[in-house]
């Protein structure tokens, strides 16, 4: 099998760089999100966690790239492109929605290579091991509409612009396709802490689908619930900073 090459420049974004931060956050996207979408969550947690987001192919400036439709092949990518990063200090991963999934992915990568994150944040997201039927990517342009508006995390104005919709929809259901045909291996497990950060009234992860993400982990665990929906992390973004600030301060990442 040939051997795959990242071009890590591609894929990695660091808005706030602090070279003397001693401890990385990987922020990976949900589906259809861009990097950009956690240029708040670095700018609120600099300079004591500098933080690095992932850019999938397929969106803004990696839009003439294919996407890739597998959780485990973007996984796989994202752990090479990762790779420069672990060189110097620990990383902490922080996935939403599919990129919660891909973190735990992500995450089993980097101990596979001998550099095991410090913590895993997962957000938003079901547990790896419970699934549902949901063929979201199987719909038709108007049913992937439906979903971003029953979600409430697009713009307004995105919903409104059938150009643009032209433009995202492809990907969203790439990211779709990638999630929901995501099947967990038996009895998978990291080794790092895992905080399970959720809203209480998301349409795709219930309480009960959060907590099962403490059966992946043989390390502590811990569930957190907010007001809200999916997009929940909008509204309580320096309430969920902070207590990922802290939680990493507790593990001896920053001293």
């Known amino acids: 099998m040939a051997r795959v090459v990242v071009d890590t420049a591609q894929w990695i974004r660091r808005f706030h760089p602090n070279p003397d931060s001693p401890v990385r956050l990987v922020c990976l996207p949900h589906a259809g999100g861009s990097a950009s979408f956690y240029y708040p969550v670095s700018e609120s947690l600099r300079p004591g966690v500098e933080v690095l987001a992932v850019q999938y192919p397929g969106r803004q400036d990696r839009r003439a790239e294919p996407c890739i439709e597998s959780v485990e092949e973007l996984a796989a990518r994202i752990v090479l492109a990762l790779q420069p990063w672990t060189e110097d200090k620990p990383l902490a991963l922080l996935g939403h929605s599919m990129g919660a999934t891909l973190a735990f992915e992500v995450a089993r990568g980097l101990e596979r290579c001998g550099t095991p994150p410090v913590a895993l944040f997962a957000s ?29 995390g697009t713009d307004s104005r995105l919903l409104g612009n059938e150009d643009l919709l032209r433009l995202v929809i492809p990907v969203i259901r790439a990211d779709y396709k990638a999630v929901e045909t995501y099947r967990c291996e038996d009895g998978a497990v990291v080794s790092c802490p895992i905080t399970v950060l959720v809203g209480d009234s998301d349409p795709k992860a219930t309480i009960e689908e959060a907590r099962a993400w403490g059966e992946h982990t043989s390390g502590a665990f811990d569930l957190q619930v907010y007001p809200g929906g999916h997009f929940y992390l909008s509204e309580h973004q320096d309430e969920v900073t902070g207590l990922i600030g802290e939680r990493l301060a507790a593990l001896g990442a920053l001293g």
């Open 124 to 152: 938003g997201r079901r547990a790896p091991s419970r699934y549902r039927n949901d063929q979201v990517h199987l719909r038709d342009d108007d049913g992937i509409v439906a979903e971003l508006q029953l979600l409430s």
